[in-house]
């Protein structure tokens, strides 16, 4: 079992950024992809980001590639997504996810792990 806690959402301007964390714990982490995905209201769970635990490679949605960053702290078993040039599109609520799949992917099915999700929320 994994267990994922998110943190760092809130109210932000257009144009602000903000930081999620997601602390896991439970079994090992080196053969995990740790995801975040994302939920508008009215609309479907869509991939955001996702890292590799094992060598660090990451791959992003098209639509926050160049904005967001997702990285990793081993030391603190914590994966953050660092979200910049926020638009109100990306207001919803973020889930931290994990996986022993690998490659991970980017399709909600093919996680088993989730947390309960942080709520973004990007003001015009």
């Known amino acids: 079992q994994v267990q994922l806690v998110e943190s760092g959402g809130g109210l932000v301007q257009a144009g602000g950024s903000l930081r999620l964390s997601c602390a896991a714990s439970?079994?090992?982490?080196?053969?995990?992809?740790m995801a975040w995905f994302r939920q508008a209201p009215g609309k479907e769970r869509e991939f955001v980001a996702a890292?590799?635990?094992?060598?660090?490679?990451?791959y992003y949605a098209n639509s926050v590639k160049g904005r967001f960053t997702i990285s990793r702290d081993n030391a603190k078993n914590t994966v953050y997504l660092q979200m910049n040039s926020l638009k109100p599109e990306d207001t919803a609520v973020y889930y931290c996810?994990?996986?022993?799949?690998?490659?991970?992917?980017?399709?909600?099915?093919?996680?088993?792990?989730w947390g309960q999700g942080t709520q973004v929320t990007v003001s015009s």
């Open positions: 996810a994990a996986t022993y799949l690998s490659p991970g992917g980017a399709s909600p099915s093919q996680y088993a792990y």
């Open positions: 890292i590799r635990w094992s060598d660090n490679i990451s």
């Open positions: 439970g079994r090992t982490f080196s053969s995990l992809t």
